[in-house]
């Protein structure tokens, strides 16, 4: 009486071994990939765009005492 099966499952071979090694490798890097990316997003999620423009205000400002230098508000237009 022989066996019918004579070799190994496919599973036990060192192809596949390496292929599913390789694969939970990448499936790791990717997952490891996607956490970095979404807490640099968080983090830049705190600066919105109020403390931006408070940023550009302020530098504006440094100029004459502290105070924005805009001609319009001194100049009369005749309409």
Request: aromatic share 10%; with cysteine; glycine share 6%.
């Amino acid at each position: 009486a022989l066996s019918a099966q004579t070799e190994d499952p496919f599973y036990e071979e060192w192809w596949f071994l390496l292929v599913m090694a390789l694969s939970s490798l990448i499936l790791i890097l990717l997952v490891v990939f996607a956490l970095v990316l979404h807490g640099q997003s968080k983090k830049y999620k705190n600066c919105s765009t109020g403390k931006t423009i408070s940023n550009v205000e302020e530098s504006v400002t440094l100029d004459n005492g502290g105070f924005t230098a805009l001609e319009l508000n001194s100049r009369h237009l005749n309409i």
